[in-house]
């Protein structure tokens, strides 16, 4: 049997909502896995076939970060210095203390998700030379908002990271061919496996409902939905010109739900007003609990993605699993993930025209929209099903330590 310690440090959110699924899968396929995770924790109510272990001391992490004045963010600059700083010698005591787990428990594959910072190589290393596998899912490997300078500096301090990991599996073909264009790594350790679906959050919604009555949008209202972190890469201005546009040919609602990281929502706000579609419009800035987003995709007639950067999204299997259609920017392994024309329609990133004519196709059309869910939701129990993709991890594992 494989002995698997997976590290994600995220307890709450997306990343720890995969690392389930995927510690679920491993386990199912006949690997004993250990998760090593924060001590927030947020899905300790699910069942579990394999160990949890949330001993990382860190800051919760899902925070809102909104967009301050030139003021305020200038006197915040220096609070956010020390912050940083701080947050940094946290995480490498915390880092230390896992790597000591680790090395205790001595499995034969030890898989990570984001490395965050430079000096977890020398961690890794201590990990290679015990004889341990080292593996990564690697969900994002530059960051999304930074300009060009701090792109470099990544590339640059990141390759040495990169280079301790005995195998590094990503989502689509693309962002492997971006990967190896970007760190200058043996190309015979990356693999390529999909997305894994959503299903947990099945699992976890109530037996019916939306949230239609707490937003006040009537039930014969299309309501268009973006659901997930708000963040100046995921295009929000673009989806709200875009619905703008669409307004003016159908009567339907936007719904953006999730947490302001980097934008302020009352600016989000402000232009709707500008625009004259505040009436059609709701924001709920929360992170919303595991509890809600069964309810809150009942909601949606459409979820969009309009992001202008990204490898994969959860969001996309989060709509799927309930079998809402999707509009997404053709970007990343959203272009494949989505079949155009058949669970979803596909845009150019950054075009509100393009996009404003898939919300009226698909929000003036429900029958097409239906038809599309529902072929979304089996290409999630299959094209994206976790038993495959636990068995081509355990497969690469095996011939690694072979």
């Given amino acids: ?13 997306g990343m720890i909502h995969y690392a389930y699924q995927m510690c ?4 199912a396929a006949g690997a004993d896995v250990t998760l090593i995770t924060s001590t927030s924790y947020e899905l300790a109510a699910l069942p579990h076939s394999f160990r949890v272990v949330p001993m990382m001391r860190l800051w919760p992490p899902i ?3 909104p967009r301050r004045s030139r003021p305020a963010a200038a006197a915040a600059a220096v609070g956010r210095k020390a912050r940083r700083v701080w947050r940094g010698l946290r995480y ?3 880092w230390n203390r896992v790597t000591g787990r680790i090395l205790a428990d001595h499995p034969d594959i030890a898989q990570f998700a984001v490395i965050r910072f430079p000096f977890q190589a020398s961690s890794l290393r201590r990990l290679r030379r015990a004889g341990i596998t080292l593996a990564q899912v690697c969900h994002e490997f530059e960051p999304r908002e930074a300009g060009p300078i701090t792109r470099w500096v990544n590339r640059t301090l990141s390759t040495g990271v990169y280079r301790c990991f005995d195998v590094i599996f990503l989502h689509a073909r693309e962002n492997a061919e971006r990967f190896l264009d970007r760190f200058p790594i043996d190309p015979a350790v990356v693999r390529v496996v999909p997305h894994g679906n959503e299903a947990m959050f099945l699992q976890a919604a109530d037996a019916g409902g939306d949230l239609r009555d707490r937003y006040a949008i009537p039930p014969e209202r299309p309501v268009a939905l973006f659901f997930g972190g708000m963040r100046p890469s995921k295009g929000l201005p673009d989806l709200i010109a875009a619905f703008a546009m669409a307004r003016a040919e159908i009567d339907a609602h936007l719904l953006i739900a999730g947490p302001a990281v980097g934008i302020d929502p009352d600016e989000l706000r402000r232009e709707m007003q500008r625009l004259g579609i505040s009436d059609r419009s709701t924001i709920d800035p929360r992170y919303l609990p595991i509890a809600e987003v069964g309810p809150l995709l009942r909601t949606a007639s459409v979820v969009v993605l309009p992001y202008r950067t990204a490898t994969a999204s959860g969001v996309l299997q989060v709509a799927y699993a309930f079998e809402r259609p999707v509009i997404a920017t053709a970007i ?3 272009a494949d993930d989505v079949v155009h024309g058949e669970t979803g329609l596909l845009v150019p990133p950054a075009d509100p ?3 404003a004519a898939a919300l009226v196709k698909l929000l003036g059309d429900p029958a097409e929209a239906n038809a599309m869910g529902r072929r979304g939701r089996h290409r999630a129990m299959t094209t994206f099903a976790w038993e495959p993709i636990a068995g081509a991890l355990l497969n690469a594992y095996r011939e690694l330590r072979s």
């Fill in 353 to 355: 025209e393009a996009m």
């Fill in 63 to 65: 925070q809102a970060r």
């Fill in 1 to 13: 049997m494989t002995r698997i310690v997976v590290v994600e440090p995220d307890g709450a959110g």
């Fill in 24 to 27: 679920t899968a491993l386990a």
């Fill in 92 to 94: 490498a005591w915390e």
């Fill in 332 to 334: 990343g392994a959203l």
